[in-house]
């Protein structure tokens, strides 16, 4: 979990100085929600008797190892990352940029957000 913080720190450090401000807030935000995302699906793999993953269990399968989640959740860090770094790289128009952002922030924060509703905290260890 330490190891995925450490993207959030290192991209709103400015570890992509020539991208633009907004680029660097948007990149932070996408991350900072896939490490939350990922502390509530490493509770999905720790309760596999309350819990089962649904929307990426075609890839790490309904009750998913600790060692599978964080594969998955450190391959989608990276593969964001790199995504974004290839259109402002490349001089993709700001809206492309944007939009990519918008949307994959949207995505994240409402997995997030689902999870919350079921029960799914940060390390929390209770009973749904």
């Given at each position: 979990m330490?190891?995925m913080g450490?993207?959030?720190?290192?991209?709103?450090?400015?570890?992509c100085?020539?991208?633009?401000?907004?680029?660097?807030i948007?990149?932070?935000?996408?991350?900072a929600?896939?490490?939350?995302d990922?502390?509530?699906?490493?509770?999905?793999?720790?309760?596999?008797?309350?819990?089962?993953?649904?929307?990426s269990?075609?890839?790490?399968g309904?009750?998913?190892?600790?060692?599978?989640t964080?594969?998955?959740f450190a391959?989608?860090?990276?593969?964001?990352?790199?995504v974004?770094?290839?259109?402002?790289?490349?001089?993709?128009?700001?809206?492309?940029?944007r939009?990519?952002?918008?949307?994959?922030i949207?995505?994240?924060?409402r997995?997030?957000?689902?999870?919350?509703q079921?029960g799914?905290r940060?390390?929390?260890t209770?009973?749904?």
């Amino acid at each position: 979990m330490k190891r995925m913080g450490l993207a959030v720190l290192v991209t709103a450090l400015g570890g992509c100085a020539s991208w633009s401000p907004e680029t660097r807030i948007e990149e932070a935000a996408y991350q900072a929600l896939n490490v939350a995302d990922y502390a509530q699906t490493r509770e999905v793999a720790r309760r596999a008797d309350c819990y089962h993953e649904v929307d990426s269990a075609w890839i790490v399968g309904a009750h998913p190892s600790e060692r599978s989640t964080t594969a998955l959740f450190a391959a989608q860090a990276a593969l964001h990352l790199g995504v974004t770094a290839i259109l402002e790289d490349r001089g993709a128009p700001p809206w492309a940029v944007r939009l990519w952002q918008a949307a994959t922030i949207g995505l994240e924060g409402r997995e997030v957000y689902r999870n919350w509703q079921i029960g799914l905290r940060f390390g929390s260890t209770a009973a749904p």
